[in-house]
């Protein structure tokens, strides 16, 4: 799933927001999540390193793995070093945290499905003519008093 962490200062009130967004479908974003921070707090924690960065971004309601916490530490240096930048955003593909998988991709002569459809049975209209042939309509005599009837 790919995602998009965006970080904004706003350097006026003194408050850090991180706003989560994720694709739902092929070039569709749909933001997630917003968490506000303070800026001081945050700055100072990204200063002191990786795992203060970490702690003090996890919460209940947003929890980064461990591999994209990292990234986002690595991302925004440049972020949290200069006081004038504004905005930056993260891009990050989970398919990240497993670095010796490969994508896996179905190749169109790995499964003849036609040919597995007509394995199945075959079904001559002969065939289909003679299961429709009983006449399916319900008949019903004056002696049959069920209730479903009345």
Do not use: C, W
């Not at 070039?27 to 970490?54: C, K, Q, W």
């Not at 994508?103 to 499964?111: G, N, T």
Request: hydrophobic share 30%.
């Amino acid at each position: 799933m790919k995602q998009k962490i965006r970080f904004e200062k706003n350097i006026k009130n003194g408050i850090l927001t991180v706003l989560e967004s994720s694709e739902v479908d092929p070039g569709v974003v749909m933001p997630l999540h917003e968490e506000e921070y303070s800026l001081e707090e945050m700055t100072a924690a990204h200063n002191t390193g990786r795992d203060a960065f970490i702690a003090l971004l996890r919460r209940r309601s947003l929890f980064p793995t461990r591999d994209m916490s990292e990234k986002l530490f690595d991302e925004t240096k440049d972020f949290f070093a200069d006081a004038n930048m504004e905005k930056v955003i993260v891009d990050y593909n989970d398919t990240e945290a497993f670095p010796g998988e490969e994508d896996f991709r179905l190749e169109d002569d790995d499964v003849e499905l036609d040919a597995l459809l007509e394995e199945d049975g075959d079904t001559k209209e002969d065939e289909i003519k003679e299961i429709d042939s009983d006449d399916d309509t319900p008949s019903f005599t004056p002696e049959d008093t069920s209730e479903h009837e009345n």
